[in-house]
Nanobody, 124 residues
Framework: QVQLVESGGGLVQAGGSLRLACAAS????????MGWFRQDPGKEREFIAA????????QYADSVKGRFTISRDNAKNTFYLQMNSLKPEDTAIYYC?????????????????WGQGTQVTVSS
């Protein structure tokens, strides 16, 4: 029932910025806890950031704290990941996801709905 579509990926030099967006089906952003994950080939999907439903508290992985910011727009049913000071290590496919729970979590198994992913490549 829940559908998610990511956009905004691309190629950027180290130190640059990108803004990812996740367009969701009706009411999803306001009624689900939303998260961003990333994955390189041959590795497990890694938690990046999450924002809780209702009060909108946030959670970030240590690797992106101070550089990435998660936000949402309930009226547009869209949520975002602003990525600044990008590093080559940030190169991955980025996925948005939805969890039917009140509070944020880094556990990928809690997120039952996933987008198709968008590629982010950071050059040295």
């Amino acid at each position: 029932q829940v559908q998610l579509v990511e956009s905004g990926g691309g190629l950027v030099q180290a130190g640059g910025s990108l803004r990812l967006a996740c367009a969701a089906s009706e009411h999803t952003v306001s009624t689900y806890t939303m998260g961003w994950f990333r994955q390189d080939p041959g590795k497990e999907r890694e938690f990046i950031a999450a924002i809780s439903r209702s009060i909108g508290t946030t959670q970030y992985a240590d690797s992106v704290k101070g550089r990435f910011t998660i936000s949402r727009d309930n009226a547009k049913n869209t949520f975002y990941l602003q990525m600044n000071s990008l590093k080559p290590e940030d190169t991955a496919i980025y996925y948005c996801a939805a969890a039917n729970r009140d509070w944020t979590t880094s556990n990928r198994n809690a997120y039952k709905y996933w987008g198709q992913g968008t590629q982010v490549t950071v050059s040295s």
